[in-house]
């Protein structure tokens, strides 16, 4: 088991988990806004389950790097699709602002 930190709570998953699996199943607040309705509930199209991870999680794939290299987003962000991203050791996750969590301004993070 592996240790996730996110909006001042901290759970434990699987090895291999699906990060945006493993936040909704933990009651966290993954999706901005209307993007709670409007998502394309994990395919990785969409973008808005944006967040960004310290520690030790899966690479990117073609799928995560083509829709991050479209605006609003950036490669430079360092955002990850939780959708397309495997929990493989302890992490810290925080969200920022925007409908895709592509903004500056931080809307939660791991620890309260």
């Known amino acids: 088991m592996v240790k996730v930190q996110a909006q001042g709570k901290t759970f434990e998953c699987d090895r291999g988990a699906n990060l945006r699996e493993v936040l909704l199943k933990n009651g966290i607040d993954l999706y901005n806004g209307n993007a709670k ?26 799928r995560e790097k083509a829709r991050l290299s479209v605006p609003p987003h950036s490669p430079a962000s360092n955002r990850r699709l939780s959708c397309q991203t495997k929990v493989l050791g302890d992490i810290k ?17 791991p620890q309260a």
């Open 93 to 109: 996750v925080t969200k920022h602002d925007g409908f895709w969590g592509q903004g500056s301004e931080t809307v939660w993070k």
């Open 37 to 62: 309705v409007i998502n394309c509930h994990g395919l990785g199209t969409c973008g808005t389950c944006a967040v960004t991870v310290e520690g030790e999680v899966s690479e990117p794939q073609w």
